[in-house]
């Protein structure tokens, strides 16, 4: 949910390590290091003791959805020539927090030819914090204050959240999914300051990342049980979908129905008059940043995926997701797997959302035993006129 909860993923080293491997022929054997200070200063090094000296470099590093990497040339920075830094200000050009970034360097050796080193990949943490770490499966707590047993407590609740969520759809995490559980929001803010950004909307699944903000307490786990699985929906909607961007209205909206039983916050909303542009058409794109009317799109949003689940089932909410995976537009999507259009969609919403007349849900309730009770009683009645019919003959 656009607020302040937000959705991540993946902890990797906070200083990442030469990769483990054996070097493939033509790969340049030498030693390759990331270590930063959160906020202030990244620092990539190239050192190639041992080997022949380096007369240039090329430092190439990328973060998803980038076409192209960064390219930076170095030289040596010692007279021996086995030594490659650069480094990066995040003061004057800040990194956004939790991202993977990938590195390699290209080397001309003096005497030789260019060579490349292995690629290597590390998260951006907030190492500010003293991440302590739990997992079940493919779930990893990351949790700094608070006790062990309440940090269990939000584990089991994010492992119950994604069997109910990933179930019924037949999901099965291809990789593993972090949350980073912040007990002070302005711990996850200024994170997010120091690279010029907000956290509120910032929702990335495809780094596989929850970051929470929640006390460590009773009242902590209790905002935690809404929090968890609307996060843990848009990492299994993004999976399941192939990465191929999806409506808002279903992405948001089968976010608040996996929070369970309707938020009454957002039942008001549904009550008040509609703001503009509060619509599903208009909630195929980004869900809005006023907030009045991102309330009444979350609330639209989830009452349209609930009304569809109860009318189409879980296998109709699963034929939207197909769809949308293939590319389908939003409006195609509809009409391919529902037979009707999103204004369409939309009425039948409001219409099931009116307040209904009084008994008549009784009503709806017993109309299929009084229908029987009718069939069952024009039997005898037909009887008795078939007989009174051979009598006046």
Same mark, same amino acid.
């Given at each position: 949910?656009?607020?302040?909860?937000?959705?991540?993923?993946?902890?990797?080293? $906070?200083?990442?390590?030469?990769?483990?491997?054996?070097?493939?022929?033509?790969?340049?054997? !030498?030693?390759?290091?990331?270590?930063?200070?959160?906020?202030?200063?990244?620092?990539?090094?190239?050192?190639?003791?041992?080997?022949?000296?380096?007369?240039?470099?090329?430092? %190439? %590093?990328?973060?998803?959805?980038?076409?192209?990497?960064?390219?930076?040339?170095?030289?040596?920075?010692?007279?021996? !020539?086995?030594?490659?830094?650069?480094?990066?200000?995040?003061?004057?050009? +800040?990194?956004? &927090?939790?991202?993977?970034?990938?590195?390699?360097?290209?080397?001309?050796?003096?005497?030789?030819?260019?060579?490349?080193?292995?690629?290597?990949?590390?998260?951006? #943490?907030?190492?500010?914090?003293?991440?302590?770490?739990?997992?079940?499966?493919?779930?990893?707590?990351?949790?700094? /204050?608070?006790?062990?047993?309440?940090?269990?407590?939000?584990?089991?609740?994010?492992?119950?959240?994604?069997?109910?969520?990933?179930? +019924?759809?037949?999901?099965?995490?291809?990789?593993?999914?972090?949350?980073?559980?912040?007990?002070? &929001?302005?711990?996850?803010?200024?994170?997010?300051?120091?690279?010029?950004?907000? $956290?509120?909307?910032?929702?990335?699944?495809?780094?596989?990342?929850? $970051? #929470?903000?929640?006390? &460590?307490?009773?009242?902590?786990?209790?905002?935690?049980?809404?929090?968890?699985?609307?996060?843990?929906?848009?990492?299994?909607?993004?999976?399941?979908?192939?990465?191929? &961007?999806?409506?808002?209205?279903?992405?948001?909206?089968?976010?608040?129905?996996?929070?369970?039983?309707?938020?009454?916050?957002?039942?008001?909303?549904?009550?008040?008059?509609?703001?503009?542009?509060?619509?599903? $058409? !208009?909630?195929?794109?980004?869900? +809005?940043?006023?907030?009045?009317?991102?309330?009444? /799109?979350?609330?639209?949003?989830? /009452?349209?995926?609930?009304?569809?689940?109860?009318?189409?089932?879980?296998?109709?909410?699963?034929?939207?997701?197909?769809?949308?995976?293939?590319?389908?537009?939003?409006?195609?999507?509809?009409?391919?797997?529902?037979?009707?259009? #999103?204004?369409?969609?939309?009425?039948?919403?409001?219409?099931?959302?009116?307040?209904?007349?009084?008994?008549?849900?009784?009503?709806?309730?017993?109309?299929?035993?009084?229908?029987?009770?009718?069939?069952?009683?024009?039997?005898?009645?037909?009887?008795?006129? !078939?007989?009174?019919?051979?009598?006046?003959?």
């Amino acid at each position: 949910m656009k607020q302040a909860l937000l959705g991540f993923v993946l902890l990797l080293p $906070i200083f990442a390590r030469p990769l483990q491997t054996s070097t493939p022929a033509g790969t340049f054997p !030498g030693r390759a290091t990331v270590e930063y200070t959160f906020g202030q200063r990244m620092r990539f090094v190239l050192e190639g003791e041992g080997l022949p000296a380096i007369s240039e470099a090329i430092l %190439y %590093y990328t973060m998803p959805g980038m076409e192209t990497p960064y390219r930076v040339r170095r030289t040596p920075e010692a007279s021996d !020539g086995l030594r490659v830094i650069y480094e990066r200000d995040l003061r004057r050009e +800040p990194l956004p &927090p939790f991202v993977p970034i990938t590195f390699w360097w290209e080397v001309r050796e003096d005497p030789g030819g260019w060579r490349s080193t292995e690629p290597q990949t590390f998260r951006y #943490l907030d190492n500010r914090v003293a991440w302590q770490t739990l997992s079940a499966g493919s779930l990893r707590l990351h949790w700094h /204050a608070g006790d062990p047993g309440l940090a269990r407590s939000v584990l089991e609740l994010a492992r119950r959240s994604l069997e109910r969520i990933g179930g +019924p759809l037949g999901y099965s995490a291809p990789e593993p999914i972090d949350l980073f559980w912040y007990a002070d &929001p302005e711990l996850a803010r200024a994170a997010f300051r120091l690279a010029g950004l907000e $956290i509120e909307g910032e929702v990335r699944p495809r780094w596989r990342a929850v $970051i #929470l903000m929640a006390s &460590p307490d009773g009242a902590g786990l209790e905002a935690l049980r809404r929090a968890i699985p609307h996060e843990l929906t848009h990492v299994v909607l993004h999976d399941l979908a192939g990465g191929q &961007p999806l409506p808002a209205w279903l992405d948001e909206g089968w976010a608040v129905w996996s929070e369970g039983p309707p938020d009454p916050a957002l039942l008001r909303a549904l009550q008040e008059p509609r703001l503009e542009g509060v619509s599903l $058409i !208009g909630l195929c794109g980004d869900f +809005p940043t006023d907030p009045l009317r991102a309330r009444q /799109a979350y609330a639209l949003a989830g /009452a349209t995926v609930r009304y569809l689940h109860d009318r189409e089932g879980i296998g109709g909410l699963r034929g939207l997701l197909e769809a949308y995976a293939q590319g389908l537009s939003c409006e195609s999507g509809v009409r391919r797997v529902l037979g009707r259009s #999103l204004e369409r969609l939309e009425r039948e919403v409001e219409a099931a959302l009116r307040p209904q007349p009084p008994g008549r849900a009784v009503l709806e309730g017993l109309g299929p035993w009084l229908l029987l009770f009718l069939l069952m009683s024009l039997g005898p009645f037909s009887l008795l006129l !078939g007989g009174r019919s051979s009598s006046a003959r």
